[in-house]
């Protein structure tokens, strides 16, 4: 295992870690630090579960980390995590006073895995909010064998984006639209939205 110093970990853990929703706070117990998930500049929530030990020496040592396609879905026994496959994403806006904003997101689970729903996380950066949705999975056959691939599992979630303090404008937002290396197919959700007022009650900074 790799060994990190003090200083490279918390350049890490400061990198704007997602809005995540969930996802929990880093975690310190027993000489571990876990880190639920951590953006990268290309992908939200790039990097999910990351553990740390603390050695003796003062220094960090990472035990585990998962990353979106970072494990291949097409061999048997492997486990992971991968951006889930999005149908259609519609915006719901509640005009009560401050303004809530979700996103209605549908799609499908492969069931030519043993698969269930992961992480929802999200970023705001210059007017523009980029959500990902991922699914843990583990192959326990060859799913390009299995009779599953005429099959899907439908779901739906709603996403609660963080629009209390934002300024009055045109916001736009991205979900599943990333690269996903892991070569499963995806189709994302994107399109945009306004706030007519500032959604901040007043006295608020």
């Given at each position: ?57 003062g220094l960090w ?15 048997i026994g492997t ?27 549908s799609g499908a ?97």
């Amino acid at each position: 295992m790799r060994i990190m110093n003090i200083l490279f970990l918390l350049s890490i853990a400061l990198l704007p870690i997602n809005l995540a929703f969930g996802a929990d706070p880093p975690f310190y117990k027993d000489g571990l630090l876990t880190i639920p998930s951590v953006n990268t500049a290309e992908q939200v929530g790039k990097y999910q579960d990351a553990t740390f030990r603390l050695t003796e020496q003062g220094l960090w040592q990472l035990l585990s980390v998962k990353a979106i396609g970072g494990a291949d879905p097409n061999v048997i026994g492997t486990s992971g995590i991968a951006l889930l496959l999005i149908d259609m994403v519609e915006v719901v806006k509640v005009d009560s006073f401050p303004v809530q904003v979700f996103l209605r997101v549908s799609g499908a689970l492969s069931p030519c895995f043993n698969s269930s729903l992961g992480q929802i996380n999200q970023r705001l950066e210059h007017n523009r909010f980029d959500i990902t949705i991922t699914f843990n999975f583990f192959v326990d056959h060859d799913p390009l064998l299995s009779p599953c691939l005429a099959y899907s599992v439908a779901f739906a979630k709603t996403i609660p984006l963080a629009v209390y303090g934002l300024s009055s404008g045109v916001y736009s937002y991205s979900v599943n639209n990333g690269a996903n290396p892991s070569g499963m197919s995806i189709i994302g959700g994107a399109g945009t939205f306004e706030l007519t007022t500032d959604n901040k009650l007043p006295g608020d900074y």
